[in-house]
Antibody, heavy 119, light 107 residues
Framework: EVQLVESGGGLVQPGGSLRLSCAASEFTFSSHWMSWVRQAPGKGLEWVANIKQDGSDKYYVDSVKGRFTISRDNAKNLLYLQMNSLGAEDTAVYYC????????????WGQGTLVTVSS | DIQMTQSPSTLSASVGDRVTITCRASQSGSSWLAWYQQKPGKAPKLLIYKTSNLESGVPSRFSGSGSGTEFTLTISSLQPDDFATYYCQQYNTYSPTFGQGTKVEIK
């Protein structure tokens, strides 16, 4: 069964950095667009970033451009989100999600990892 | 960016009720619309993709329809397991966007 397992969340001070990882298994990772989606406490879903199968194209929501970097290692079946200059507004559960096809809905999601930005 | 607006934000209904949730897009021209169900503390689950296609394993009481800028999710007969929050999502662009969510509560 397809599995996505996030890790790397935790408590970080404002202005700090964190790197999230998402380990993928039981599917051909290199064949899928992958995304990060976040959900602030008690709020809705917000797409954060996505990356093409070979890593050549990346897109970000405006609020994280210049601060977050999405990347992938297809040899290790890993997806990453490097988050810098974190602020309280970045506090959320971060999910990785698999895209179905080139322009696809998110058909599998990880369980999420909580990032808390606080002093 | 395409903005997605769901209505209502909260819906109170009883088991057996027919429930309809609406999602409006700020721009038209795409059928790349999905619906997700999320329960507290859990990841979202894909229900419907490309406006009206039922995801494998999803009960047939769920259906999706629409075109242009207006889309709907219908639950034909609400079951106890369906009390949750529902989100629409457009994925026509490389910057997908979600609606703000509709919470379906027990009446």
């Amino acid at each position: 069964e397809v599995q996505l397992v996030e890790s790397g969340g935790g408590l970080v001070q404002p202005g700090g950095s964190l790197r999230l990882s998402c380990a993928a298994s039981e599917f051909t990772f290199s064949s899928h667009w992958m995304s990060w989606v976040r959900q602030a406490p008690g709020k809705g879903l917000e797409w954060v970033a996505n990356i093409k199968q070979d890593g050549s194209d990346k897109y970000y929501v405006d609020s994280v451009k210049g601060r977050f970097t999405i990347s992938r290692d297809n040899a290790k079946n890993l997806l990453y989100l490097q988050m810098n200059s974190l602020g309280a507004e970045d506090t959320a559960v971060y999910y990785c999600a698999r895209g179905r096809g080139t322009k696809g809905a998110f058909d599998y999601w990880g369980q999420g990892t909580l990032v808390t930005v606080s002093s | 960016d395409i903005q997605m607006t769901q209505s209502p934000s909260t819906l109170s209904a009883s088991v057996g009720d027919r429930v309809t949730i609406t999602c409006r897009a700020s721009q038209s021209g795409s059928s790349w619309l999905a619906w997700y169900q999320q329960k507290p503390g859990k990841a979202p689950k894909l229900l419907i993709y490309k406006t009206s296609n039922l995801e494998s394993g999803v009960p047939s009481r769920f259906s999706g329809s629409g075109s242009g800028t207006e889309f709907t999710l219908t639950i034909s007969s609400l079951q106890p397991d369906d009390f949750a929050t529902y989100y629409c999502q457009q994925y026509n662009t490389y910057s997908p966007t979600f609606g703000q969510g509709t919470k379906v509560e027990i009446k």
